[in-house]
């Protein structure tokens, strides 16, 4: 696998500058706002990080399997999921790769915006088909709602609507196609983005830079190609 491609206008933080800038577009997300390509300029320096080649079995997923990002910045926890199996969509196979990024330890717990609430994280998903082209980008920003320490707190999250994060997806094929909304909790209840009746569509800089989705993606799969060939 060759080396990622140059992309123009993508400035590869320093990587505490980056997890700084995700913390902002994670919390800004909460408000329907999301600057979407600088945003993938935050997770490709993380992503950029070496990776742990063996199997992380503590990060459970069922679909994935899991690799720790290696030095990350502190309290931040990082993994590179390459999907088990392929998928059918529209009559075609494709695989997927993710990224997960946690910029404060799991149990950590602070009060942000009308509750106590969990770390920022992000979510994001690229699959792919036979021939390496990339197919649907999928981003998901969280801080979540703790509702037995909001409620110690004085704060019952149990009643009304509260803000989680914000989803965005987009068919590469299909870029004007682009869905995104903010999504949370009603009455202590998880919900989807349509249910939720959020901020739909965010706003901010949404149309996606197909070079850094590339860059991304080559990423993943030299780091995919190296897990290989050392675990062979």
Known sequence: MADAPAVQNVVIE??????????????????????LNHTLDQVLAIASLPIEERVD???EDDDAVAYLILSTPK???AHFLVGLQPFQRDGKEYRYFQIEIQ??????????RDSMREGPRIHLSIDFDSEGTPGRLSLLTERRVALHESRHSGIDAYVGRYTSGASYSVDMNMSQN????TYGIVNGTYTTVSDFQGITPLRGDMEVDPARVDHLLSLFMSNFDKIRRNNK
């Open 14 to 35: 320093p990587i505490e500058n980056a997890k700084k800038e995700l913390e902002i577009q994670i919390n800004d997300s909460l408000d329907g706002i999301l600057y």
């Open 103 to 112: 910029t404060q330890p799991p149990n950590a717990t602070e009060f942000h």
């Open 75 to 77: 309290d931040t926890t």
């Open 57 to 59: 079995y503590e990060y």
């Open 178 to 181: 682009a869905t995104s909304g």
